[in-house]
């Protein structure tokens, strides 16, 4: 492995854990040139995925984009770093179970939008705003109606609601 430092060939692997998840390895590793620590990360990776872009091109598939996008959306939200890493495990693993080695970025950002929908639903907006390039508040507004209760979140009641009528 390369060091990201120094550009060296020659890094020792110092140490090696499974994730919490155990669908990854952790190694910590030390550059043999210039001494400096750095960690990688290896998965499984059942086959090659491309994304077909909406222009027709294709990409290769990138789940650290998927990640990115996913983390953005969860931005000051309470759910878990585990959680959040047990969500893109998931939506990579259904990508590969699908049998496909090509698959669509539309499909790729509606199951990551139904995802998010069932973890959280303010995250589930910003995620659905972006990828759907929402210009209008209008647009806003459709998709906040669409919502169902998700369980678990309560309605806050409104100072009007606490006042008696006499």
Excluded: W
Excluded at 96 to 117: K, P, T, V, Y
Excluded at 137 to 151: G, Y
């Amino acid at each position: 492995m390369r060091c990201p430092f120094c550009g060296h060939d020659d890094t020792q692997v110092k140490d090696s854990r499974s994730t919490e998840d155990g669908v990854a390895i952790r190694r910590r590793r030390v550059c043999s040139a210039c001494t400096q620590r750095f960690t990688t990360v290896e998965r499984v990776q059942l086959r090659e995925l491309s994304v077909t872009k909406a222009d027709g091109r294709r990409v290769p598939f990138d789940r650290d984009k998927l990640a990115r996008s996913i983390r953005v959306a969860l931005r000051k939200r309470p759910v878990p770093e585990e959680r959040q890493e047990r969500l893109v495990n998931g939506l990579v693993r259904q990508l590969e179970a699908s049998g496909e080695h090509e698959i669509s970025s539309h499909r790729i950002g509606q199951l990551a939008m139904d995802a998010l929908r069932e973890v959280d639903g303010v995250a589930y907006v910003r995620f659905t705003s972006v990828y759907r390039d929402f210009r209008e508040v209008e647009a806003f507004s459709k998709i906040l109606a669409d919502m169902k209760p998700i369980p678990g979140e309560t309605d806050t009641p409104s100072p009007d609601d606490s006042q008696e009528t006499p």
